[in-house]
């Protein structure tokens, strides 16, 4: 947790959870991170909305995707109510489309302190199960070499039959 989030609601609700444990220190980018994978950057909807007026909100998207592989964007409050501080529901949808879409940051909505905290154990507990464990594809298990290549192959991120078979399925 970066110490400018000291005090707020989620962070106290954070540290006060037995099954987590958080460290402060000053982050170069966003105001949590879950190791040096994911960067969560938190904003209230008021905030959000603020940040698109004063330009903001994308220069910090550019520097989360640019520190973390999985940078997240975690809003507390509903975007979806209409307009925010004078900002058009338009040019929020806009926003939540564009992090999405261009930026590729998922944006994670929740009701509050409680919720966020929820979707960041829960970020923690998925992150650390993936990097430290793996995840074994279920299911289907193909018989013959160049099949079984095929199927390891596209069980990367990113990687669909074309590409796998252009890569190593022969």
């Known amino acids: 947790m970066d110490p400018r989030e000291r005090g707020s609601p989620l962070a106290e609700t954070l540290q006060g959870r037995p099954d987590l444990r958080v460290r402060v220190r000053w982050l170069k980018s966003g105001d949590y991170a879950l190791g040096r994978a994911v960067g969560i950057e938190r904003k209230s909807a008021p905030d959000f909305a603020a940040s698109i007026v004063d330009g903001r909100l994308f220069r910090q998207a550019r520097r989360l995707a640019g520190f973390y592989a999985r940078p997240l964007l975690l809003v507390e409050g509903d975007l979806r109510q209409g307009s925010i501080r004078n900002v058009a529901a338009e040019a929020l949808r806009g926003a939540w489309v564009s992090l999405s879409a261009v930026f590729r940051i998922p944006v994670l909505l929740s009701s509050g302190p409680e919720e966020s905290a929820d979707l960041i154990t829960a970020a923690s507990r998925q992150f650390h ?12 298990r193909p018989k013959g070499l160049r099949k079984r290549r095929l199927f390891i192959l596209q069980g990367f991120p990113g990687v669909g039959p074309r590409r796998a078979a252009a890569r190593g399925g022969h």
């Open 129 to 140: 199960r993936a990097f430290e464990d793996g995840y074994a594809r279920a299911g289907y």
